[in-house]
């Protein structure tokens, strides 16, 4: 009969982001386990608190299934002697097994005919299996780090205070360190049953799953995070309707205090109106990241001035516990205003010469080396997609900080629309990281970009520059908001592409999990960027420029370094490509091409992956890749065949139907029609098949066998720059 399993971790507190992830390591390792040891089980849950990790396995079987084990021993040939006799070898196989020789079993393998032994395993009664599991799995839960505490072996996130470990009504005992397993739990740390204060929590005693959520429940415990969560939002929500306003949607900051409480108190509390003049993202960012409030705000999106807060018990003095948090909140407030009316009185292209004495990488220079760097790509990036003028090669990128370059001073309408976007690019580039001297940055680092912005409305720019600014950052992680604005993505394309080629041009190469400059997340993030834009701005011809810029800071050959970057980006496409479920071979037939235009390259792989259900692409692959293998090895200029040369009628065929469709190819190329270009090449597939059925290319006479090898070379540049079909498995 099956029983209900569950297994609790009880601990010191854990941090919040540390949760989420333990929760999916205990899932991960309890799904692997029970699976290795044969163990079936109707379903599995996570729970957990800042005290505790559970996981709850439902309809656990009581005994492993019966298994067959498989042993291989001699070959057959060398089990038997001539005469027909067990040699040696089989019959010390048969031995060791425990087995009769004729119960011994004939396999075909890729190696040949091997004898083996199947021994029918006898499944264990899973009460007997469970202590070495849990065991093996508690110790197994990984973490960002983990801690050893006092002179125990073991560790973990915090110091391990019990663990409770039951199967049915029965406990389950096995040790991890000084900790013995049992049918224990501990409520509220605070709080006893009925909310009681107490100095110690007295143990509970468990007798299975539904006793330990209503126990626990009494005991001022509520285990699952997204009952937690839902009792937050509802009594946010609540707080807020009581003043005329909503809670700010803020997921993450609910997912995180819900993993820093474990029987969660609402409270409300004001401050001062006249913060409401300081810069909205100001004041709810010294409410998030510092006090973990949330924010009320109006149906307009404006803020009121209240925040919401959640307590980990119900406040006996509700008043009390107010005003200390407003009092807090009230300094942090202060402090913000008083960087925000410092930070005013410097203009923000001043800013920027700060930044000389700002060092960005020691190899690399300063942050104003950088953004000298980003700006001449940015502005070659404009040009190249048809947005601004080309940059004059006597123009200094510093002048774009004098009045003489602000856009704010030309009437749009009135300036050519290409050289006033050069302008925005030029000023917008140069002035991107102007905030990071900011005394407001300084004391609240995340708000870089968001108070560049703030700081260039206030001086008047353009308000493309000042958008800019701010959307040059994004996205901020993976799958965010990405710009909206093209100079914004143009930016944070130029400034993250700076950074991806000059750590690998240092030797600053990304290896496994060791990432610090985020280079893998800054390639995903110009990847998407220029897909979602459309931008037709080749990525060989980028890291060209980028490499020139970096001239002599770079401490690896530059064709070195621009092979590395390349094979970086293209791994991160081909990855992004099979999350959206496109096919590994249609991917690699594209990329195996010349891919560095990523809008023209993904277009190429949907169309090639529509051609796969064609009728012809079957035999036409077929055809390709013995084009393909033939030509391997040889190296061929832009010669054509010579058709005087040709000694059999089917060569001429295929010159012939090469050349008829090679313009609509080229036609269909140049207009993108990917789709078109598959199917016109399946109009010859007839040609191709004959072909090979009646002509040998590689024959002894070296002219006659090089005009072959150049007609199928040529046959092949049909299509190679676009996708190697070879690559296509059908």
Known sequence: MAKDLILEIGTEELPADFIPGALSSLERLFRKGLEEKRLTFKGLRTLGTPRRLTVIVEGLDEKQKDATREAKGPALKAAFDSKGAPTNALLGFARSQGIKVEDLKTVKTEKGEYLFAMKKVKGERTKKILPETLKAIVSSVSFPKAMRWSDHEVSFARPVHWILALYGRESVRFNFGHITSGPYTFGHRFLGARGRAQLRPRPIKVKGVKEYLKKLESANVIVDPEERKKTISEGIENEAKAVGGSVLSDPELLEEVANLVEYPAVIMGSFEGHFLKLPKEVVINAMREHQRYFSVVRSDGTLLPYFIT?????????????????????????????????????????????????????????????????????????????????????????????????????????????????????????????????????????????????????????????????????????????????????????????????????????????????????????????????????????????????????????????????????????????????????????????????????????????????????????????????????????????????????????????????????????????????????????????????????????????????????????????????????
């Open 310 to 730: 959640v307590a980990n018990t119900p406040a006996k003095e509700p008043d009390v516990v107010v005003k200390g948090n407003e009092r807090v909140l009230k300094a942090r407030l202060n402090d913000a205003k008083f960087y925000f009316e410092k930070d005013t009185e410097v203009p923000l292209a001043q800013r920027v010469e700060e930044l000389r004495g700002v060092v960005f990488q020691a190899k690399l220079g300063t942050s104003f080396e950088k953004i000298l760097r980003f700006t001449e790509i940015a502005l070659y990036t404009g040009k190249t997609i048809g947005y601004s003028d080309p940059v004059d090669v006597s123009e200094n990128f510093e002048d774009f900080l004098l009045d003489k370059y602000n856009p704010s001073r030309y009437e749009k309408a009135g300036t050519d629309p290409r050289h006033y976007q050069k302008l925005i690019l030029g000023r917008a580039a140069m002035l991107s990281k102007a905030d990071l001297t900011s005394g407001m940055v300084g004391e609240f680092p995340n708000l870089q970009g968001v108070m560049g912005r703030e700081y260039a409305r206030l001086a008047k720019e353009a308000p493309e520059v000042s958008e800019a600014i701010y959307e040059h950052y994004l996205p901020l992680s993976a799958g965010g908001e990405l710009p909206g604005g093209i100079p914004g993505a143009i930016i944070s394309i130029s400034d993250r592409l700076d950074t991806i080629v000059g750590c690998f041009g240092v030797g600053l190469v990304p290896t496994g999990a060791h990432d610090p400059y985020a280079l893998r997340r800054h390639s995903l993030a110009i990847i998407a960027i220029v897909l979602e834009k459309g931008f037709i701005c080749p990525i060989d011809e980028l890291l060209d420029k980028s490499l020139a810029l970096l001239g002599e800071k770079l401490t690896r050959p530059e064709k070195e370094v621009k092979k590395d970057v390349l094979a970086f980006f293209r791994e991160r496409l081909k990855n992004q490509l099979l999350t959206q479920g496109l096919s590994h071979d249609a991917i690699e037939a594209v990329l195996s091409a010349p891919w560095y235009d990523l809008v023209d390259s993904v277009k190429r792989v949907k169309a090639l992956e529509g051609f796969k259900k064609h009728p012809a692409c079957a035999s036409l692959v077929v055809a390709f890749k013995r084009v393909s293998n033939i030509l391997k090895g040889f190296e061929f200029t832009d010669e054509r065949p010579e058709v005087k040369l040709f000694a059999d009628p089917h060569e001429k065929a295929l010159f012939d139907a090469s050349e008829k469709i090679a313009p609509e190819i080229k036609a269909h190329w140049d207009k993108g029609d990917y789709e078109k270009v598959f199917t016109t090449l399946a109009s010859i597939k007839e040609t191709i098949d004959t072909f090979f059925d009646k002509v040998m290319v590689m024959v002894d006479d070296e002219k006659l066998k090089k005009n072959r090898l150049i007609l199928l070379h040529s046959v092949r540049g049909l299509y190679y720059q676009i996708a190697d079909l070879s690559k296509l498995v059908v």
